[in-house]
């Protein structure tokens, strides 16, 4: 619920911090001639219409009715005049519903049944240390954790998107493109999530190039930026400040430029996969054994059966602190 709660408050974020700069821009535009394409289209003026075409202008868009739809379209980046599809397709829409529900149902269940126990049979492993069984725990691990990361980005990327697009005949469906033929990590991260990308390379990146920055730095910093959000939404819901998905994102620009001079084609492919299978679950036992071996009491924010016989074999008792102290198995 809190990482939800987060993630909400945190697209509200980036939805307000477009919407301010593209009023800014369209106010500054008011006054003096558009120099470049992108803002005169973001803020357009009558003449960018044809005969009898219906559209905005700054600053008639300052409505209630124009930010509570743009709040809740599938998308980071505001615009005057979003595309718009004709009807609501019924059937289209009821498909969306049931994959989202579906899928839900499915990654509960998944994580309840196949990655929960995974973890668990991975604390004596991680307290000992043991590093031939923290390798196999790894590699078991990384096969239910890459199925559910798949199955949760056709679900939201894909259905839950969708369906929130159709309801609001909100017209652009760029939400991601062909990331699984990555040859390097740079376009990995510049097509997997679209919305993101569109939002930092509108409001982050081009601005500090503008200032300028040279690509190199202005990249950093939107790895930078990415890190600490992926950062703050881990570590908040958890309660736990250890760097592990922080670090994780920083180690992306070494990576990115090991791919990108030294391996092409199927091979940075390769790379880019193995990346994703393996660096996840790594990730996710470096925050459990946080979790667990540091703070006793808890794994990952999941409620367990604290008296379970493998905690008991390692050792593990819940702290008195602990909110999970006297749950049972609930998820």
Not at 283 to 297: D, F, H, K, N, T
Request: proline share 5%.
């Amino acid at each position: 619920g809190g990482a939800i709660s987060l993630g909400i408050h945190t697209i509200l974020f980036l939805k307000l911090y477009s919407y301010k700069d593209v009023n800014l821009w369209c106010r500054e535009l008011s006054t003096v001639k558009a120099k470049k394409l992108a803002r005169s289209l973001s803020c357009p003026s009558p003449q960018h219409f044809k005969g009898g075409e219906q559209k905005v202008c700054y600053p008639g868009n300052l409505t209630i009715k124009d930010i509570y739809y743009f709040v809740f379209a599938p998308t980071l980046c505001y615009e005057l005049n979003f595309p718009r599809s004709t009807k609501i397709r019924i059937h289209f829409l009821l498909r969306r519903l049931f994959e989202m529900l579906f899928f839900i149902q499915l990654l509960v269940g998944l994580t309840q049944q196949w990655m929960v126990p995974i973890i668990q049979s991975s604390m004596k492993p991680l307290k000992d240390m043991d590093l031939s069984r923290m390798t196999e725990r790894l590699l078991r691990l990384a096969v239910p954790n890459h199925l559910l990361w798949l199955m949760f980005f056709y679900s939201f990327f894909h259905s839950s998107m969708n369906f929130t697009a159709e309801l609001l005949r909100f017209g652009d469906r760029q939400f991601y493109n062909d990331w699984w033929n990555s040859e390097t990590v740079t376009y990995f991260w510049q097509n997997w999530n679209i919305p993101v990308h569109k939002w930092c390379l509108r409001h982050f990146y081009k601005p500090l190039l503008r200032k300028g920055f040279s690509k190199i730095v202005s990249q950093s910093a939107v790895f930078f930026l990415s890190a600490f959000f992926h950062e703050y939404l881990v570590s908040v819901p958890l309660r736990m400040f250890r760097l592990w998905a922080f670090t994780g994102m920083m180690a992306q620009l070494p990576l990115a430029w090991f791919v990108g001079h030294f391996l092409r084609g199927n091979y940075g492919n390769a790379a880019v996969w193995m990346s994703i299978i393996i660096g996840q679950p790594f990730a996710v036992l470096m925050e459990q054994w946080a979790a667990i071996v540091r703070r006793p009491g808890s794994i990952l924010g999941l409620r367990v059966l604290l008296r379970d016989p493998e905690w008991q074999s390692v050792g593990l008792e819940p702290g008195p602190l602990c909110p999970l102290r006297n749950a049972s198995l609930l998820f």
